[in-house]
């Protein structure tokens, strides 16, 4: 069976190195959000299938630990080729199902391959380290060995990269692996997966199992999953955090977000506004690293404000398949609804919608679920809108005396995930820099995304656990260190 696109056909599950029918009862029919044309049949997995995908990895993973390091890169260098040649049809891909533009998703596939490419570098990140003569004659060693089974799960906003900020290194380092992609975007998985099936992998190192929440709890209860690493929104991260801890399994949860931008009046206004207008309007909001609260900062507020405005004002929302689009539809009719709501809360409370995309229709496409860009200016700090994630195509505008009273804003939020600054001031960048608690700060940079070979996550109620995604911090979470002593008695080489 290949993967599946038939949207009245339930997709299948990829197990034991071949693809699965799935025994489910429960389904998801999920839709086009340009379109709202019939996309997949979605079978929400249960604790027998999850258990299946667990013991094809579990069998898996004695034989593909002792592959030695060099030999387990090398299928990863041939996914790096398959997904190089099939960027195009990838990126389609992610378009159809999320509705950012075929533009963002390409960016997003470069991601997705430049985290194959970091994990290509195993055999020089995974190795320990050693010091004779920690005594006379004894000396010790540091060695990585691979957990076992683990768990990934992903969520709806980046279905071609996210699953790559783990994969790659989670095998490399010697592990087998069950993903659970998101169940509102699992087709782009299909195909990865389709291309993983052609690298020579061998069978049960990876598993992909469709299903929600009770597919993860499956999973995270399994005895034999040894880890689980968790994208998705704070409330279900802390849930999966806390189920994870109580099993006593290692756990790195990246939850939802709430990112500020401080514009300073000695900013480049119009660079701070095109760039900051990528940030909270790019991929329709639904970036976790997206802007969603600017504060403007003195005199900064007037020239901001008119600008941005003009910078959203000239988005083009519409299909993503389609030339010169700059802003696709949210993710679900449910998504747009959401959305509309929340911007009547903050115009409720007091704010003005200087731009106010709720009602956006867009010809052709009259089932889309698509929002104008919005602009709440002058939100009170005391709307309940001021830190909530509101997951869509909404800036609001606030505004604060100096940067003392702008960092303040950032220290009240629950959330962590990125703080940035606009500024031509050296030191204020520095102060900004030092005091932000956000574990992605931006200077003059709209998405401060940490490129594969740094560490990935948030701060706060954005990340429940220790060690981040990606690069060295991957090798960290992927790998359990042994600590070995050793004294061989001298007198015992002298019969040689
Ligand atoms: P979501 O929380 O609804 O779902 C994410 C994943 O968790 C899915 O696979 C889903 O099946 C599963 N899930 C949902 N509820 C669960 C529960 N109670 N227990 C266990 N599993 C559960 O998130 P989403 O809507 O798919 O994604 C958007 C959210 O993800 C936003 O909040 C966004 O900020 C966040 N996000 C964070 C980062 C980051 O790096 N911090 C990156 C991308 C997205």
Redesign the pocket.
Known sequence: MSAATDPSQPIPHYIDGQWAASRATEFLDLVNPATAEGLARVPLAGAAEVGAAVTAAAAAFPEWRRTPPEDRIQPLFKLKQLLEEELEVLSRTITQENGKTVAEARAEMRRAIENVEVACGIPSMMQGYNLEDVARGIDEIMIRQPLGVVAV??????PGM?PFWFLPYAIATGNTLVL?P???VPLTMQKAFALLHRTGLPRGVVNLVNG??AA??ALIDHPQVRAVSF????A?AR??YARAAAHGKRAQC????KNHVVILPDAEMEMAARIVNDSAFGCAGQR?LAVSVAVTVGSAQREFREAIADAAKALKVGNGLDEGVHMGPVLTAQSKSRIESLVGVGVKDGARAILDGRGTRIAGYEKGSFLNPTILDGLPPESALTDT?I?GPVLSLTHARDLDEAIGFLERSAHG?QASLFTSSGAAARRFRYEAKAGNIGINIGVAAPMAYFP?S?WKD??FGVVHAQGRDAIEFYTEKKVVVERWAAEHSRKF
């Not at 994208?231 to 704070?234: I, N, P």
């Open positions: 799960v992903t969520p709806s906003n980046f996210i659970k998101s169940e509102r929600g929440r993860v709890e994208v998705g929104s704070t279900a849930a999966v990246q939850g939802g977000a976790c994630e997951f995930n990935f948030g954005s990340f």
